[in-house]
């Protein structure tokens, strides 16, 4: 194999792994009246992952400072049921 031969098939193989290893800072993100959406490679999750997503997604909200804001604007129950309405959602 010539050396022409070699670089291109390393290139195509770097192109591959690229497109394989995407990073999450890379995916494109939106936000709508629907919530905030993205687009993301591979097999859809199942029910447990989401839920498992769902879980991190609530406690990473619960730990932040817009949290604190809820409750003192809504009372902790309020902003808690607010709380279980943000989910992960799949849509095709």
Known sequence: MGRKSRLKKL???NKLNN???IN???LPVW???EGLHTLM???PPSEEKLAEMTAVYQKNIRNSEIFTFMV???GK???EEMLK???VELRP
């Open 72 to 74: 003192k604007q809504f």
């Open 41 to 43: 490679p591979g097999e």
């Open 85 to 87: 309405e943000c989910k």
């Open 31 to 33: 936000q709508d009246s």
């Open 77 to 79: 129950k309020k902003a």
């Open 11 to 13: 290139r195509r193989e």
């Open 24 to 26: 999450p800072e890379q």
């Open 19 to 21: 497109q394989q290893n």
